[in-house]
Structures are given as C-alpha cells and as structure tokens.
C-alpha cells in the first residue's frame, strides 16, 4: 500500500508562483515513476510534470513555468510554479508508479486557483 499527501496549494494572483509538495510512504519497493497531475472542472486529469526513470518530462502548458525536483531519500517530490494562470486552476494530484505498466496510486490532492 502507498499513500500520497500533497500539500502547498492556495489561492493566488496571475503571475504570483506557489510551491506544492508530496509526500510518498507505505509499502514502496521502488519508484518507476512520481509526478504531478491535475484536473479542472468538466475536464479529465491531465498529466503536468513527471520523472520517470531519471527522465523529466512537461506538459506544453506548463514547459518554463514549471519546474519539478525529487527528494529520492525522502521519497518526495515537488512542483514549483511560476508565472501562474488563471488556466492552471484546478486540483493537482500527486501520482506515483512502483513499475512499468502497474496502475498508478494517488493523492488526495491540493486545491489551486488562480485568479485574474
């Protein structure tokens, strides 16, 4: 079993940043992939940023605005998000996969919004 706790989301202006964080405990053997995902309302989840494998990787939305780092001991990760719009409102998720191919686990996510 894994869980997931996202912390850090809030309320800001367009163009202010914020800093979101999870954190990864339970029963995890290894980490394919940890990442952030987030989902608006009447919309699916999409992904915004991952690392797999040692590999980064963005969503075209958010490539330069957004920068995602790991605390591989600690089994953490973070989103650092700048340059902040009213378009990135929505809940953001923290995900992590213990392989390729298994079904991801999730957090509860952290509510962020981005006023005009």
């Known amino acids: 079993q894994v869980q997931l706790v996202e912390s850090g989301g809030g309320l800001v202006q367009a163009g202010g940043s914020l800093r979101l964080s999870c954190a990864a405990s339970g029963s995890i053997r290894t980490v394919y992939a940890m990442g952030w995902y987030r989902q608006a309302p009447g919309k699916q989840r999409e992904s915004v940023a991952d690392i797999t494998l040692g590999k980064t990787n963005y969503a075209d939305s958010v490539k330069g605005r957004f920068t995602i780092s790991r605390d591989n001991a600690k089994n953490m990760v973070y989103l650092q998000m700048n340059s902040l719009k009213p378009e990135d409102t929505a809940v953001y998720y923290c995900?992590?996969?213990?392989?390729?191919?298994?079904?991801?686990?999730w957090g509860q996510g952290t509510q962020v919004t981005v006023s005009s």
């Open positions: 995900g992590l996969k213990t392989g390729y191919g298994r079904s991801p686990s």
